[in-house]
């Protein structure tokens, strides 16, 4: 028996079901606007807050006493961490996972050790990817949490820092190589400043601007095919990130030369964070050329920072989706569960009830937006709303072909336009009438 007390996959029981252990919407096979449910949603289970994060709060410890994260052989831990990892990838029958290496294998006396031990540990992911069919949506560098990094990594005043942290990325990105991972991730928690009476702000953004490009860089020499992703988090642990959101991280991309390479990857709680809405950063990524991945997840309406709570809001899922089939979905991305759950969460159960009841609000929403989009519920009035442009001369103006003084003509001609409802109530109804 499992540290999970369960030994068969769980499956799909319809939504009349009441087992918290089977999926009422997730039916992996199910044909979605002619693609298979399981790929559409690519979900990807993570492992720093499933199996590495102890339950602890800035005011209190450890509250689920896992057994791999006590003992006196921390290889050893980390080898029983994967047991238990790729027991819950396979009772979930998620198809991808997600690490950084600090999760997977503990740090070493020097950075030789730990690449040594990241080496041991993915040896040992890629015997168990071969067995389970689990694959591996990205990985990453942990360059936030070991105090060196306290001043930033890539934007560190000290060189020095800078360079660990480029033997840190190489060897991660090494590893996401070897495990045929899809992208890469960087998150750049530090990469910010605590104060700018300090900061040189235009100094490390053109270190920021150097990391990149050398990473890019390496991707090709290596033969890396899958793109490279920022995601975008305004604050926390920094009080100001450099990555802030979406339109600033275009904005980086643009001035050091990335945007062939390098694409987003967005998560529900740090678009809140930034003060926008999850829907808003994943149209704005799309509208931009951007879009890459998602990390799926919500934050606390009445709590201002990264809660990490499992994704359960089947409007805001139904809204996302409408966008991703409106787009044609992921191509290397996918939803990667950046969330954990409370931390009074504390049977081993709970881990699994958490990851089936966000995967069914997911699908749920994802059948939701597939009916919206038959109906033309939101598109045909969309539609409506600008078809003025579709006329020749106004198709001529977006073509540049018209100037400034022909359609002020025009204008100056006697042109009166009437306003037009927005018709906002209508459309929040009709959003309800599918979820
Ligand atoms: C932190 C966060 C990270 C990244 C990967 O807020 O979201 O876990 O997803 O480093
Ligand atoms: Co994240």
Redesign the pocket.
């Known amino acids: 028996m499992s540290f999970f007390g369960l030994d068969a996959p769980i499956r799909y029981a319809g939504p009349d079901s009441k087992d918290p252990l089977a999926y009422r919407f997730y039916d992996k096979n199910k044909q979605v606007m002619g693609k298979r449910m399981e790929d559409h949603l690519r979900f990807s289970a993570?492992y720093?807050?499933s199996f590495t994060w102890p339950g602890g709060d800035p005011f209190g410890g450890e509250t689920f006493l896992r057994p791999w994260m006590h003992g006196s052989d921390p290889l050893q831990m980390a080898r029983d961490k994967a047991d238990v990892a790729f027991d819950m990838f396979k009772l979930l029958d998620v198809p991808f996972f997600?690490f950084?290496d600090v999760d997977v294998a503990p740090e070493g006396a020097s950075l030789a050790e730990s690449v040594k031990n990241l080496e041991t540990i993915t040896d040992i992911f890629a015997e168990k990817m071969g067995q389970t069919g689990t694959r591996l949506l990205w990985g990453?560098a942990?360059l936030?949490s070991h105090r060196r990094y306290m001043a930033g990594a890539a934007t560190n005043p000290d060189p020095d820092v800078f360079a660990y942290a480029v033997g840190q990325v190489k060897a991660a990105i090494d590893a996401t190589k070897k495990l045929n991972g899809e992208n890469y991730?960087?998150?750049g928690?530090r990469e910010g400043y605590e104060t700018l009476l300090n900061t040189d702000m235009k100094k490390e953004l053109d270190q920021l601007g150097r990391f990149m490009s050398m990473l890019v860089d390496y991707k090709h020499k290596i033969g890396f095919s899958g793109p490279i992703l920022i995601?975008p988090?305004p604050r926390?642990p920094s009080k100001h990130q450099y990555d802030f959101d979406v339109a600033t991280v275009f904005g980086f991309l643009q001035k050091y030369d990335l945007l062939a390479d390098v694409k987003v990857?967005i998560?529900q709680?740090?678009a809140i964070l930034a003060g926008h809405s999850f829907d808003h950063e994943v149209r704005l990524a799309y509208a931009l050329g951007v879009f890459g991945s998602l990390?799926i997840?919500r934050g606390d309406d009445l709590l201002g920072w990264?809660t990490?709570q499992f994704a359960m809001n089947v409007s805001e899922l139904t809204l996302l989706f409408h966008e991703m089939l409106k787009q044609g979905g992921f191509t290397t991305g996918g939803l990667?569960f950046?969330a954990k759950i409370r931390r009074q969460s504390i049977d081993p159960q709970d881990l699994l009830i958490a990851h089936v009841a966000s995967m069914d609000a997911c699908a749920r929403a994802l059948l939701a937006a597939e009916a919206m989009i038959a109906d033309k519920a939101l598109e045909g009035p969309l539609a409506a709303r600008y078809s003025g442009w579709a006329s020749p001369d106004n198709q001529a103006i977006l073509r540049g072909e018209s100037d400034l003084e022909t359609i002020a003509a025009k204008a100056m001609a006697g042109l009166d336009p009437q306003p037009r409802s927005g018709r906002q109530e209508y459309l929040e109804g009709v959003l309800n009438r599918y979820v």
Do not use: L
């Open positions: 993570c720093w807050h997600t950084h990453t942990n936030f991730v960087c998150w928690g995601e988090k926390e990857n998560e709680n740090h990390d997840n990264d990490d990667n950046d």
